[in-house]
C-alpha cells in the first residue's frame, strides 16, 4: 500500500525565473533553495531547455517553477475562472493575515479581502506570473472540523447526482456565524 509521507513539491510555469525568485523572496520571505537547467527533460529525454526553481515555503513545503523559454508564453486555463487555480500559504494568525496584508500592499501589490470562510480568513493577491495566491490562518474549531469531516461524503454524493451545492455546510459563509456586520 502506498503512504505518502508529504508533498516534496508543487511546480507551476513561470515567465521569468529570476523574477519569480526575487518575487518569492520579497513578497513572502520564502528562501531561494535550488536551481536546476537542463537541455532535455530527464524522464522524457525531449529537447526542451528549462531552469526548475525550488523555494522554501516553510516547514518542509517547497515551491517550484520552470522557466520554458523556447515555448510559447504562459497563460493560464482560459476555460477556469481565475479564482479557481491558487496556491494556498498558511499564517499563524489572524495578526499575522492581517500584517502580510498591510506589507504586501505596501509593495504596490493588490490585495482581496480578509474573505471570511467560517473556519478559515484569508487574503488573495496575484504573483508576477498570474498565480493566484492565498495567505490564510485555520481559525475553526475542532467540532467544526470534524462536522466537515462528517459531512464530507454525503455533500460529495449528492453534488455527484444533483450537480448543484449542497447545504449540510452553509454556516460556513453565513453572516451571523461569522459575526460579520
Not at 15 to 30: G, Q
Not at 147 to 166: F, H, I, N, Y
Request: aromatic share 10%.
Amino acid at each position: 500500500m502506498i503512504q505518502i509521507e508529504q508533498i516534496h513539491h508543487v511546480a507551476y510555469r513561470c515567465n521569468d525565473a529570476k523574477e519569480t525568485v526575487e518575487f518569492y523572496k520579497d513578497v513572502l520571505n520564502m528562501d531561494f533553495l535550488v536551481a536546476i537547467a537542463e537541455d532535455r527533460v530527464p524522464s522524457t529525454k525531449e529537447p526542451d531547455p528549462y531552469m526548475h526553481l525550488f523555494l522554501d515555503a516553510g516547514n518542509g513545503n517547497i515551491l517550484a517553477f520552470f522557466e520554458l523559454p523556447t515555448k510559447p508564453k504562459m497563460d493560464r486555463d482560459q476555460n477556469t475562472p481565475a479564482w479557481v487555480q491558487h496556491i494556498a500559504f498558511r499564517v499563524k494568525d489572524e495578526a499575522a493575515l492581517l500584517a502580510a496584508k498591510a506589507e504586501i500592499e505596501s509593495k504596490g501589490i493588490s490585495v482581496i479581502g480578509p474573505t471570511e470562510h467560517g473556519i478559515i480568513r484569508s487574503i488573495y493577491f496575484f504573483d508576477p506570473n498570474g498565480h493566484r495566491l492565498e495567505l490564510t490562518y485555520v481559525k475553526g474549531t475542532d467540532e467544526q472540523m470534524s462536522e466537515l469531516q462528517r459531512v464530507a461524503p454525503l455533500m460529495l454524493e449528492e453534488w455527484s447526482r444533483t450537480k448543484k451545492a449542497p447545504k449540510h455546510a452553509a454556516w460556513l459563509h453565513e453572516e451571523e456565524f461569522n459575526g460579520l456586520d
